[in-house]
T-cell receptor, first 114, second 118 residues
Framework: AQKVTQAQTEISVVEKEDVTLDCVYE???????LFWYKQPPSGELVFLIR??????QNEISGRYSWNFQKSTSSFNFTITASQVVDSAVYFC???????????FGGGTRVLVKP | EPEVTQTPSHQVTQMGQEVILRCVPI?????FYWYRQILGQKVEFLVS????????KSEIFDDQFSVERPDGSNFTLKIRSTKLEDSAMYFC????????????????FGPGTRLTVL
């Protein structure tokens, strides 16, 4: 069975601070995909990034960066220079190669104060 | 930019009534999904659909639930006899490919339908 754990339930920062969201996953599959989604107060789920299990290169996309470490089953996500519009719930999710369903973590609520 | 749309945005129904939630996936996508999110909780997978049949379903998706793609654009979720515990936000999603196919397997979600069962 797959499992995604986001230990941080809520993080509060002041604008322009960096914020790092932790995600730990469990899977027996050797090939899988990891995602981050954002759920702003309006409620929709917005796809942010995807990572393949066979590519551990970390990347930066604008103010977003991620740190994928297969050895520790972690897929952490960082927002650099946070803005008020970044206030949302962020979900980490896992998709196994042989399946269709996304397994979501419990989410981390990020509150960015001006 | 193409997006998944869902109607209605909010549905209120009496316990025991049937509801149909509607979705229009992104037009060139081939895989379709329903998820639900009970208020304040995590997003849970219900069902995936491909080539006019269910490809995977969760234990939540019991005989009270059904899905259909009645035409080339709509994808519906029917709950036959709603229960109080069916109150949740229901998200439709679509993707161009599925997990095993690698690229373009990210699922794009609609804005959700909030279902309230009284």
């Amino acid at each position: 069975a797959q499992k995604v754990t986001q230990a941080q339930t809520e993080i509060s920062v002041v604008e322009k601070e960096d914020v790092t969201l932790d995600c730990v996953y469990e899977t027996r599959d050797t090939t899988y995909y990891l995602f981050w989604y954002k759920q702003p107060p309006s409620g929709e789920l917005v796809f942010l990034i995807r990572r393949n299990s066979f590519d551990e290169q970390n990347e930066i996309s604008g103010r977003y960066s991620w740190n994928f470490q297969k050895s520790t089953s972690s897929f952490n996500f960082t927002i650099t220079a946070s803005q008020v519009v970044d206030s949302a719930v962020y979900f980490c999710a896992l998709l196994k190669a042989a399946g269709n369903k996304l397994t979501f973590g419990g989410g981390t609520r990020v509150l960015v104060k001006p | 930019e193409p997006e998944v749309t869902q109607t209605p945005s909010h549905q209120v129904t009496q316990m025991g009534q049937e509801v149909i939630l509607r979705c229009v996936p992104i037009s060139n996508h081939l895989y379709f999904y329903w998820y639900r999110q009970i208020l304040g909780q995590k997003v849970e997978f219900l069902v995936s659909f491909y080539n006019n049949e269910i490809s995977e379903k969760s234990e939540i998706f019991d005989d009270q639930f059904s899905v259909e793609r009645p035409d080339g654009s709509n994808f519906t979720l029917k709950i036959r006899s709603t229960k109080l515990e069916d109150s949740a936000m229901y998200f439709c999603a679509s993707s161009l490919s599925r997990g095993a196919q690698g690229g373009y397997n990210e699922q794009f979600f609609g804005p959700g339908t909030r279902l309230t069962v009284l």
